[in-house]
């Protein structure tokens, strides 16, 4: 049985419209994103192997480039519409977050570091650069490293701060264990970077830990 012969509540895009998609499981979602199915399978069952298959939505769209394309029922062009997808998200909640004060919204904040930082397999450094009404200039990832950390250099930290004439910054970094908790490491060059910072006259107004379901946030834990 085809989708078109489901009584019209339970097609999904029917569902979508008349109940949110808030209403939609995952694999319906992701009958909309596939469209068509394979042989003898349609999108709906389709999209429930992959999420089976896969362990869940999330470690599907995290998946490697080879892996995914090499799954029938995806390839290139589902890859390449996927990418897409989630660039849109990600662009969507930087523009939501530049519209807003990170300092007032810190909420919007969490959520559009996470979806930069969450999915790394590696350590990345990060910083949003914001003006003196403390609304974002610019985001950007400055250090990269191995799974046990990133090298970071409060003299690039500081150049890339008078290049964007930035007044204020928030730091934020992944922790690829999924663990938010602040190391030593951690603390310490959180430390050095405010200082640095402090002799321009530039605030360090945060430090975002990126867990795997949870942030940690410096300013809220009393350790800047």
Known sequence: MTIRDWPEAERPREKLLSLGPQSLSDAELLAIFLRTGTAGCNAVELARRLVREYGGLRSLLQADRNRFCATPGLGKAKYVQLQAVLELARRHLEETLRRSNPLHDPT???????????????????????????????????????????????????????????????FAHNHPSGIAEPSDADRRITRRLKEALSLVDIRVLDHVIIGDRVTTSFAEQGLL
């Not at 590696?122 to 610019?138: G, K, N, Q, T």
């Open 108 to 170: 919007e904040t969490r959520r559009y570091l996470t979806a930069r930082l969450r999915d790394y397999p590696y350590e990345v450094f990060a910083c949003l650069f914001l003006d003196s009404r403390h609304r974002v200039i610019r985001y950007e990832e400055l250090f990269r490293g191995t799974i046990d950390g990133a090298s970071v250099h409060p003299r690039e930290v500081l150049r890339q701060a008078l290049l964007h004439n930035a007044a204020a910054v928030i």
